[in-house]
């Protein structure tokens, strides 16, 4: 993606919110679903599909590799698959914006097909670490290049006789998991990815729709993912469910600012995604769920949210891969309750799209909230009510930065403006809309 011109946008208090919010399709889900698509034989239907940026910097890299990706209307989309193995070598450089889940796993889903592939991204992408991909695809025979320090641009030739691995990924990361299963989708024999920590599973899932043989254990090492490799993938109708990371700022919004009280359907019940919500409810907020149901293969639940009165709390460690993107919005929660709030194992924050620890650290503060750091901790002094705010905040080209701050605001003494409003297309075209729509006061 390229960026244009930065657009500031500043939030203020105003009246409560009101409303059902319509949350887009979960970025996860789309992403794989259209990588696996591509992989599959047939046509893949998809409804619901998120259309982010990132995701479509993904739709146009599957066209790169030779499927057939076309749109029918809002959200609904068709790949004509290669099959596994199939993909054809691109002929030019694949530039995935701002997306790490694009560009990692679509650097393990052509690591073990003979074919030379260049990956590139915008500023934010151009930083984040590759090494953790890079590793575990060169042991299927991959050869790489990158930039000093494992850094895009990344040029990877294909395995041409891959062998299957075995792999215990250095950190909780979905996205290392999913590359090195990718990968193994095109080598002979059992390619096994052991995980310490549990992280999202939409990857496990979706494989096995697509008709893959992967089976999971819990052992006392971890998760143990066994993936058959050379399967012939089925095309399968995806219905995309509506992503629980992007609801998170809708039900924020909610329990910080007096009077709301929303609506927001189809919300993810997924253990490997729900680290949020169990601690908004640990914090006292006001949820309550409704008809639980299967969508897209996911469990999911409608949720209605109301202003709440909250206390800090202590998230563990090891809850910490469930709610991964979620603590930038955590942390503005977290200013508004009484108490303390202590984020623990947060260490990956420093390398998503920026150093979430850090811009939410001085975000917060420059709006009047005290906040301490580790190296893998975070802890918000909360104020117990609504202060500060009137300070400018810089987001890095970072989507969850720029959603909290906007949040923040919200519920803040006065305005607080961001710096840049361009990168919340990556992930949510529509925030300010419904935003908006729900009665918040964003220009
Ligand atoms: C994702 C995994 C997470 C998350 C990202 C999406 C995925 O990254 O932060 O937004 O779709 O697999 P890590 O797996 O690197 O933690």
């Known amino acids: 993606m390229s960026h244009g011109p930065a657009t500031p946008m500043s939030s203020r208090p105003g009246n409560p919110l009101r409303g059902a919010a319509a949350i887009p399709g979960d970025k996860s889900i789309s992403h794989r679903a259209l990588i ?8 893949t239907h998809i409804t619901g599909l998120l259309e982010g940026q990132d995701v479509l910097d993904t739709a146009k890299a599957m066209q790169a590799f030779g499927a057939t990706v076309e749109r029918l209307g809002p959200g609904e989309w068709t790949v004509d698959g290669v099959g596994v193995g199939g993909f054809a070598e691109p002929a030019g450089v694949i530039d995935c914006g701002n997306s790490g889940t694009g560009v990692r796993l679509i650097m393990g889903a052509m690591a073990t097909t003979p074919i030379t592939a260049t990956f590139t991204g915008d500023a934010s992408l151009s930083k984040r670490p590759m090494g953790r991909i890079t590793d575990p695809i060169s042991l299927f025979g991959a050869e790489i290049t990158a930039r000093e320090g494992g850094l895009l641009p990344v040029t990877i030739k ?3 006789d891959a062998v299957p691995v075995t792999y215990r990924t250095p950190v909780a ?46 052992t006392q090492e971890g998760r143990v993912i066994t993936l058959t490799g050379q399967p012939e993938l089925k095309a399968q109708q995806v219905a995309v469910p509506r992503d629980p990371s992007s609801a998170a700022f809708p039900v924020a919004a909610a329990l910080i600012v007096p009077g709301s009280e929303i609506r927001v359907d189809g919300i993810s019940r997924n253990p490997t995604r729900d680290g949020l919500y169990v601690t908004l409810a640990e914090m006292g907020a006001d949820l309550t769920w409704e008809n639980d149901r299967e969508e897209g293969g996911e469990p999911v639940a409608d949720l209605i949210v109301r202003h709440s009165t909250l206390t800090g709390v202590s998230v563990p460690a090891e809850r910490a891969a469930s709610m991964i993107d979620e603590f930038p919005i955590l942390s503005v929660v977290a200013a508004m309750a009484t108490g303390d709030t202590v984020m623990n194992g947060v260490a990956e924050l420093r390398v998503k799209e920026s150093d979430r620890i850090d811009a939410m650290a001085k975000g917060l503060r420059a709006n009047g909230v005290d906040v301490s750091e580790t190296p893998d901790s975070m802890t918000v002094h909360g104020t117990g009510g609504i202060q500060g705010g009137g300070a400018a905040v810089e987001t890095h080209l970072d989507h969850r930065i720029a959603m909290s ?11 607080v403006t961001i710096d840049d409003a361009s990168a919340i297309a990556t992930s949510f075209p529509d925030f300010v809309a419904l935003m908006t729509g729900l009665g918040a006061d964003l220009s």
Do not use: W, Y
């Open 405 to 415: 701050f906007l949040i923040a605001g919200l519920a803040a003494e006065s305005a």
């Open 36 to 43: 696996l698509g591509a992989l599959a034989v047939g046509r």
């Open 173 to 218: 990361s979905a996205q290392i998991k999913s590359a090195v299963l990718l990968a193994g989708l095109n080598a002979p024999g059992q390619t096994v990815v052991i995980e310490a920590e549990p992280t999202r599973d939409h990857s496990e899932r979706m494989l096995a729709g697509f008709g893959a043989t992967i089976t999971t254990e819990n």
């Open 158 to 160: 294909g395995a041409e």
